[in-house]
Structures are given as C-alpha cells and as structure tokens.
C-alpha cells in the first residue's frame, strides 16, 4: 500500500496551471484505500477562499478542528452529526493560502486514548497511532499530501512513526489554536504529516515561516539508551550508527532522568487541565466518555499544589534544556517506544514524545531506513522557537539516512 504519488514539495513548486489533476488523484486513491482503511470521517472538498503557495493543493483536517458546514463530532458517537460553524483559524491560513480542504480525518475521541475505526495504511491489522489517527494515515496511503493534527502528549510524532510519514510539532504556541477542541491549555499544540522532510520544509515555507539555511554543529543523544522494544531500539542504533560513519558528530548527553521527570509533570499538566476542561460534559455523559472519563476522574483529584510543582518543574526543566541546546542544538530520540502495536484497541505508548511536548519545543518525526516490518520513526528536536532549524536538520538527516 506503499503510494507512489508526486511529492507534496514537487506539487509546491509546480506552476498553477499543471495541478488541475491533484484533486482527482487523491479522490480516486481514497475511492479505491478508504473502505480499509477508515482514515476519513468526511470527505467534501471545500473550494479555496484564497490563492498563494498552496493553490490547489488537497489537504485533510483532524475531525476535532472546527470546519464551517463540515463534520466536528470531536470523534465521538456521543456527537454524532454535529457541524461546525466556522473554520478554525488554522484551516482559514491554508485556505486563504489557496488550499483546498479535502476533508475531516478520523482523531481518537476528543483526541485522547479511545480509538477510532482507522487502521495503519502499513497493515491494516496494526493501530495507526492516535489521536491524529486519521491525518497520518491518510497521508502515508497517499491519499492527500499534507493533514493537520494536534500533540497534547504524542498525538503527531507517535502516529507518524508508525505509518511511516513525517510528522511535525511546532513550538507551543506559534500557530493559532482558535477552533481547536483544547484538553490542556499549557500542552495542546497544532502539528502537520506530509511524505517526507523536504515536503515538510516546503510546506512550512508555504505558509510563511522560513527553514533558513544549513548549519554546522553537533547533535545529542541521551546517554542512556531509551528503554523501547528491540526494533525501535535496534533500528535507532544503527540510525546513529550510519550518521557518525558519514562524518556527523552525535554527542551522548546526560537526560535520562530530566525526561522520566517530565513525563510526570505532562501527565499532571494534562490530566488537572483536561479534568477542568471537560468536567461538565462528564458531568453530562459519564462513563460514556469512555478513556475520557477516566482522565476526569483521576484529573480531578490533583490538587492545586501538585499541579503548580508540575508548572514550576516544567518551567525550570526548559530553562536547563535552553542551556544543553546551546551546546547541542538539535537532540535526537525515538519518536516511539516501537512500531505500531497489533490490533486497534491501543493507540500505542506517548511516553517518547510528552517530555519534548510538556517542554514546548519544536520535534519532528522521520522514518529511519528499516529492511522489513513496520515503520520507525527517528524524532529531532530543537529548543523553543527553533522550529526552522529541526526542520532544516530533518530535512539534512533524512537525506544522511536513505543515502546507498
């Protein structure tokens, strides 16, 4: 199911007049994929409210982001048939840019941990991630060249690792989150799947944002090997491997126990603020909010105090890592704790990418080179603001990687 379709960076730099077939492309590839794959909770191509770099170019929105006259069921049965009733600022950006919205695409429900009915495009007998589950497997079946998702733990990275497509977070707070069903206020952060880096880095220059230029310095690794499976483990290895043949200079650095603390403090961030967010409707619905719920109940119970040690923690924990990036500008981790699980009752471990997530820095996923099985996916990340410099290394790494 591989899809063997024209890069989104060669449809960027196409003229105008060449594209008249992308929309057809992409309808037929759904026509023949989505009855396996359930990627899509709606398919109903808007027409573009303005023309610039994106003219013409299909892109699909994860079905928790408002849309006007479009499906927003926030992923759950319990909203069934609810239509927005205008477009999130996000999707007005790559409208007025000349995009052309394709569609809502499958999240977990209100984004967290319940699964949809979406299936990997790499085999459909494994998860695709969650809760952008939709945004990513549409675009690793070719089915569109870019979809939006959202991270409050490892919403973007973890679905792209496992589907194989890159996948990127911006830094917290760069991109408007208006029309964005919020769980936690301190994490929720907007992100994007395209085929590869170099779509990515295109597409980020399309909306505006420069990916600058090539620079020379070290990356990191933690020291301590990351505790995920043998293939995540292996696979990541050999990527570093690779890297420091061709000359890359990768520096081991001290981590380990600043990323354990920091996925404790985004569960108590996500977990005190998506209680508070959502409290009413469980008050509403109860148990049938299913994971959610849970959140509620568990969220509810942490105090004022835990939550604010949480804050300060996080808060202290960027300013170290503001230091360890100025030595080791670009740090490279495994954007998942292994490939995709088997069957659809999990949406996979977020624990590899909620510390980079409760930081607020920029992280972006690529898939590492593998010889069999499903995908893996190599995560970078850049301090806080920095989001043209892990593009532009990921874009830089990938090319190191897939090099014969």
């Known amino acids: 199911m591989t899809p063997h379709l024209e890069t989104f960076s060669q449809w960027i730099q196409a003229s105008r007049p060449d594209r008249a077939g992308e929309l057809p492309a992409c309808l037929k590839r759904i026509q023949t994929l989505e009855p396996t794959l359930q990627a899509w909770a709606q398919i109903e191509p808007q027409p573009p409210t303005g023309d610039g770099p994106l003219a013409k170019i299909p892109f699909g929105v994860k079905e928790i982001i408002e849309t006007k006259g479009l499906l927003t069921e926030y992923g759950s049965p319990l909203y069934r048939g609810r239509i927005g009733t205008e477009d999130a600022a996000i999707v007005r950006l790559l409208r007025e840019q000349g995009g052309l919205l394709l569609g809502k695409t499958v999240s977990t429900a209100f984004a967290y941990f319940t699964p949809g009915p979406t299936r990997n495009p790499r085999n459909p007998l494994h998860t695709p991630g969650g809760s952008s589950s939709g945004s990513a497997a549409a675009v690793a079946a070719g089915m569109v060249p870019v979809a939006i998702g959202t991270q409050t733990a490892g919403s973007v990275l973890r679905p792209a690792s496992f589907c194989g497509v890159t996948g990127f977070k911006a830094t917290f707070d760069l991109l ?198 499903l995908p893996l996916g190599l995560q970078l990340t850049a301090d806080v603001g920095q989001d043209a410099r892990v593009i532009r290394t990921a874009t830089w790494v990938e090319r190191l990687l897939n090099q014969k």
């Open 176 to 373: 408007p989150m208006a029309g964005v069903l919020p769980c936690s206020k301190s994490l929720d952060t907007l992100g994007f799947f395209t085929h590869t880096a170099d779509d990515m880095a295109a597409f980020w220059e399309a909306l505006g944002h420069s990916v600058g230029y090539k620079e020379d310095f070290v990356l990191a690794t933690p020291s301590a090997p990351p505790e995920v499976d043998p293939p995540m483990a292996k696979s990541f290895q050999a990527s570093l491997l690779k890297l420091r043949q061709v000359g890359v200079v990768v520096r081991p650095i001290d981590i380990a126990d600043l990323l354990t603390s920091l996925r404790v403090a985004q569960r108590t961030v996500m977990f005190y603020e998506g209680a508070r967010f959502h409290e009413e409707r469980y008050r509403e619905f109860g148990d049938r909010l299913e994971h959610l719920a849970v959140l509620v109940r568990e969220g509810l119970q942490i105090s004022v105090p835990q939550y604010d040690e949480a804050q300060r923690h996080i808060a202290a924990s960027r300013v170290k890592f503001t230091e360890i990036y100025k030595a080791t500008p670009v740090i490279l981790v495994p954007a998942a704790v292994g490939p995709a699980p088997l069957g659809l009752s999990s949406t996979g471990d977020p624990r590899m990418n909620a510390p980079w997530t409760a930081l607020g820095t920029p992280a972006i996923s690529i898939p590492m080179p593998a010889a069999e099985g």
